[in-house]
């Protein structure tokens, strides 16, 4: 049996990929993207489709042909691509979603791990945990993926198929960023150690933000698909508490081990996002991250540095 990658050759979805890879695992990649950076040397050893969630008939027979019993669900429109393209927010983040699960249903899928965001909670400051109230503000990413959650409730209590949601935060890291969202901020933010001086339009300097480093993020991943036990179905992923910093500092410390990087300028005037609670998922999930923010930099310096002209 096999495990289908929805967005697999995407930002968290190739470390993913890499990880059941190295468990032994041929992994089943539907994207619209093609491997990259992130996948090198590895392509052949699992299988690829190029292709999205939209066709509904389509993701049955890859399901059914492949034998596909576990689903890690990380296809999705981005944040600002969302506010720019609402109908191809919903196509996506919605229909895609749906597609998703009534094609699970059909093939009788064990078990769904997916990809929400913190952006469910809105535009929230103080310590965030999952009982956290929902605000009525959301941009339209959250509410998709609110939405989400919600699709994936009630097929767990009409159909009985198990999920687990993960609501990501800011998660950085070297990779590819398919989508315009707080990932290609980061992005963005991250090329100064290729020696850009950028310029940052969506966030402001001292606005803070719990960052998550990218494998951290695919770690909780594969807790989350091959936990057993679990009482809660919804988790918050982030990194240590000393990754909660504004953006500014985020680049000093780019700076500070890479001081040659460019500067970076931030004119936008958004808001904080408070401190991540993720205790539960450490209790259930057994999710720890290993990654501080200056060794999560460094790795990303130290991937960047071929690219340095």
């Known amino acids: 049996m096999a495990v289908l990658i929805t967005g697999g050759t995407g ?28 996948l090198q040397g590895l392509v052949g050893k699992f299988i690829f489709i190029k292709e999205g969630i939209t066709d509904f008939d389509f993701l049955v027979r890859t399901m059914d042909g492949h034998g596909v019993d576990r689903v890690i669900h990380l296809a999705a429109f981005l944040q600002f691509g969302c506010e720019r393209d609402p109908r191809r927010a919903i196509e996506v983040n919605v229909h895609g979603t749906l597609n ?29 945990n999952e009982k956290s109230p929902i605000l ?12 989400g959650e919600t699709l994936l409730e009630r097929y767990h209590r009409i159909y009985g198929i198990p999920f687990i949601a993960l609501r990501y935060w800011g998660v950085y890291g070297p990779g590819e960023v398919h989508s315009p969202g707080m990932a290609n901020v980061f992005k963005t933010i991250e090329s100064t150690i290729l020696g850009k001086d950028v310029i940052i339009e969506e966030v402001g300097a001292e606005e803070r933000r719990h960052f998550t480093f990218v494998k951290d993020a695919a770690q909780a991943t594969l807790k989350a698909l091959f936990a057993e036990k679990n009482s809660h179905k919804i988790f918050n992923i982030a990194g240590g508490e000393e990754s909660y910093v504004t953006f500014a500092e985020f680049h000093r410390i780019i700076k500070r081990l890479f001081p040659s990087a460019g500067e970076a300028v931030f004119k936008g005037k958004g808001q904080d996002r ?31 540095m071929p690219y340095r002209k």
């Open 274 to 304: 408070g401190k991540v609670d993720i205790s539960l998922a450490r209790a259930e999930l057994g999710y720890c991250p290993e990654y501080s923010l200056e060794k999560g930099i460094q790795e990303d310096i130290d991937f960047l």
């Open 136 to 147: 009525p503000n959301l941009s339209l990413y959250g509410a998709t993926k609110l939405l």
């Open 11 to 38: 930002f968290i979805g190739s470390f993913v990929v890499r990880s059941l890879l190295e468990r032994g695992e041929v992994p089943v990649v539907l994207d619209i993207g093609e491997p990259g950076h992130s």
């Open 100 to 128: 998703v699960l009534e094609a699970s249903r059909r093939m009788g899928v064990k078990k769904i791990v997916f990809a929400s965001s913190g952006a469910v909670y809105g535009p929230q400051v103080g310590l965030i």
